[in-house]
């Protein structure tokens, strides 16, 4: 297997390391040479200007064994502390997920049942065809909005136009759930809802589903079902005043842009805003986001308290769409908003079949082996994004697979 080679780098500042612990995945422990490799990944992101400071957590049977923090020392960057927040975009679809699966439990919907039974104006759905409309052939179904079948775009990805790209756009433009939806039922579908997939705006609409469901507030009830239960103190759809002091900057690097910004914190994660959007709309600490990864690697149990049931965490990771991104997620399967990853060496990495995870728009990152009974999570706060670096991380934990 290749190392990356430990280098003395300028721009690098000091880290946390902690590694110990008997781990019968990767030896009797997480063993210097794996630790010094994924430091040394860490570092290389920052020297090729790939991100600014950075964290990687690993945890094993229920126990962190890894903890590495790389700061750097350009101007702009902000060292990593426990109490450091990043907007974790995408990562927040798993929470959205997990909230829907909490209802489902308590027989609140079938998934087969069509979005209009709760929302009513998704009943009448038309569908491009050509250069006109037709109406859509098969109903939108709680399914579909779940495994992202419904039809609905997110990016320009194939050609299709966006619906919404950041956050501030949707905060400033839609005053809530419900207002986002009766827009979103008016734009026509690229495909017949549960016949393609299409990575879409479906955990917005998701949670809107929460709020009929439940009666309450989307953000009041990720608070009260899952952040209280899981001590989830720091994860949040707002940033105050004094939480703004704690808002990673962005390193950005594409085209000609390269340096710190604040200026989307300005417009985004607004305490007076409604519209909290499921998708991609939180703020989270690398820390808060290690429990709701620990509550998922122990089969929806967290540290004696169950929050969702192994049957629900087994309906998460099943396979519902194949060969998703083949163009950037290879070897992997789509479950409910994670990737599983059905086929290893096509990321030329050790990890067994079945670890599954998922990423955030700004270099957020997590997977959870329920092999090895492993997760980890590494964030950063940078554009452009970087499908390589879980799998570089992956390559440092598991091995690399050579012919």
């Known amino acids: 297997m290749n190392r990356y080679l430990l280098k003395k780098c300028p721009l690098i500042k000091a880290s946390i390391l902690l590694f110990a612990l008997t781990s019968p995945a990767f030896g009797e422990e997480l063993n210097p040479e794996m630790a010094n490799e994924i430091i040394a990944i860490q570092e290389n992101l920052i020297e090729d200007d790939v991100t600014g400071s950075n964290i990687t957590i690993v945890w094993q049977d ?18 990593i502390t426990d109490e450091t927040l990043f907007p974790i975009w995408s990562m927040s679809k798993p929470i959205t997920i997990v909230a829907m699966l909490t209802l489902h ?46 039809g609905f775009g997110y990016f320009s990805w194939d050609g299709l136009p966006p619906l919404h790209d950041e956050p501030h756009t949707l905060q400033t433009t839609h005053a809530n759930l419900q207002e986002f939806c009766e827009v979103a039922a008016d734009h026509p579908l690229e495909f017949d809802p549960g016949t393609r997939y299409l990575y879409g705006i479906n955990q917005a609409i998701l949670g809107r589903l929460v709020e009929v469901l439940s009666g309450k507030a989307f953000a009041e009830y990720l608070e009260t079902a899952l952040f209280e239960p899981l001590g989830m103190t720091e994860t949040s759809f707002i940033l105050d005043e004094k939480r703004r002091a ?44 290690a429990r709701f990864c620990e509550m998922l690697a122990n089969d929806g149990v967290f540290r004696g308290t169950r929050v ?23 070897g992997m399967d789509m479950g409910f908003s994670v990737f599983i990853l059905k086929d290893p060496s096509s990321e030329g990495s050790m990890a067994p079949p079945g670890t599954y995870g998922w990423s955030g728009y700004h270099n957020t990152h997590f997977w959870i082996d ?34």
């Open 62 to 79: 229920g126990k962190e064994i890894h903890r590495s923090i790389r700061n750097s020392d350009r101007p702009g960057d902000r060292d």
């Open 105 to 150: 439990e308590q027989g609140l919907f079938k998934w087969e049942d069509p979005v209009s039974k709760y929302i009513p104006c998704f009943a009448e759905l038309t569908v491009k065809e050509g250069d006109t409309l037709r109406p859509a052939k098969t109903p939108l179904r709680i399914i579909d909005l779940m495994t992202h079948r419904s």
């Open 246 to 289: 704690r808002f990673q900057p962005l390193w950005i690097n594409a085209g000609n842009l390269k340096g710190y910004t604040h200026l989307l914190d300005e417009l985004n994660y607004d305490p007076d805003s409604t519209a909290h959007f499921g998708g991609e709309g939180l703020v989270s600490c690398p820390a808060d986001y």
């Open 308 to 330: 969702i049931s192994e049957d629900s965490i087994k309906a998460m990771t099943t396979t519902h769409s194949q060969d998703i991104f083949p163009d950037m997620m290879h």
């Open 370 to 403: 329920p092999t090895n009974d492993v997760f980890a999570v590494f964030m950063t706060r940078a554009r452009e994004f970087n499908d390589e670096i879980p799998v570089r991380l992956r390559k440092a934990v598991y091995g690399e697979q050579t012919d």
